[in-house]
């Protein structure tokens, strides 16, 4: 149920996780971020090198573990502030690369002053001057946080993800969620929700991982771009093989379910048997909702839907431009019952 102002929120763990709207994590107007590596296992047992973040209890605690997506991020109703200090463990010994990586922070939705940096005359002389990150960089193995902040942080699901080499970064796994809610049960201004769930897609091309991991990316290497970049594993909240996916509602009322889109692909989620209400893109409520029974979600985008039941329900979708990583037995993806 919605009136027409702002729009909902909130998030789901594991494959789609279902809770009451409220903004259990703790204070996330200062949040400790870490770039690492760490190793996925796709369905069908396929290794998969990646580099992710993490989120641990202070800087240089290095206690969190590294998730694909990335912690949530969680902002309290009532705070406008969000800083996020960013490790970045990222390091030539950690990643098996002939260097380490820089690593930024860019959140689609939320205005921020931006320090762009350049390349310079080395190591790759021909690309000096042009821009190599959209804001100031974590250096590899740094002895301090860099901060990165954001002083008008409205209700909203948003991606936070690298601006270091987007094209590379946010294929190995460099991303996340962050939300917030308007007031508890409350997602936004005059949008209320009983419910929610977060549904985060992404992919992987597992050979430009092995590229990455054998240092065989990059200009004059094996794989030096994108541009043949050609996806097997499609994720949902860091799972492949599912080919449906389910939110189980737990009781009657609104459900809103938070969709993210961290692939180089556009997904198109559908529905069966229900149709949901698109309130929100990018965290900016829409004035009159869209009741639709299938939405386009394009890459590095957040749109926010509202599903209402009479009773108790399976809210089954998947997406129907039919990016899915074929197994031998279609799998529903698990979920979690409201509590």
Known sequence: MFTAKKTVSRLVVACL?????????????????R???????MHDGTQVTMWGFAKDSSFGAMDGTVTIPGPRIVVPPGDTVLNIHLDNNLTAAATGLSMGHPVSLVINGLTQKLTPVRHGAAP???????????????????????TFSWY????????????????????????????????AGQPYEGVFADREALVFYSEIDPL????????????????????????????????????????????????????????????CPAMQE????????????????????S????PLKTKDVIVTTAAP???????????????ATPSMGTVMLAQ
């Open 17 to 33: 996780a279902l809770m009451p709207i409220v903004c259990a994590d703790a204070a996330a107007a200062d949040v400790y971020l």
């Open 35 to 41: 770039a690492d590596v760490t190793t996925m296992t």
């Open 124 to 146: 790759y002389p021909q690309y000096e001057g042009r821009i190599r990150s959209f804001n100031k960089e974590a250096a590899p193995g740094n002895a301090s946080p860099v």
């Open 152 to 183: 008008d942080v409205e209700p909203g699901t948003y991606l936070y993800f690298s601006g270091t080499h987007p094209q590379f970064h946010v294929q190995m796994g460099l991303y996340g969620a962050v939300t917030k809610n308007f007031a």
């Open 208 to 267: 430009f991982h092995s590229m990455a991991a054998s240092d065989n990316y990059g200009p004059g290497k094996a794989m030096s771009s994108t541009i043949d970049y050609a996806p097997k594993y499609f994720l949902v909240n860091g799972e492949s093989g599912t080919t449906m996916n389910r939110v189980w509602t737990g009781a009657a009322g609104s459900v809103l379910i938070r969709f993210v889109n961290a692939g180089l692909m556009p997904k």
């Open 274 to 293: 229900h149709y949901m209400e698109v309130v929100a893109e990018d965290g900016f409520a829409k004035n009159y909702p869209e009741a639709r029974f």
């Open 295 to 298: 939405m386009v979600l394009e």
């Open 313 to 327: 329900t399976e809210i089954d979708f998947y997406d129907r431009r039919g990016y899915v990583s074929i197994q």
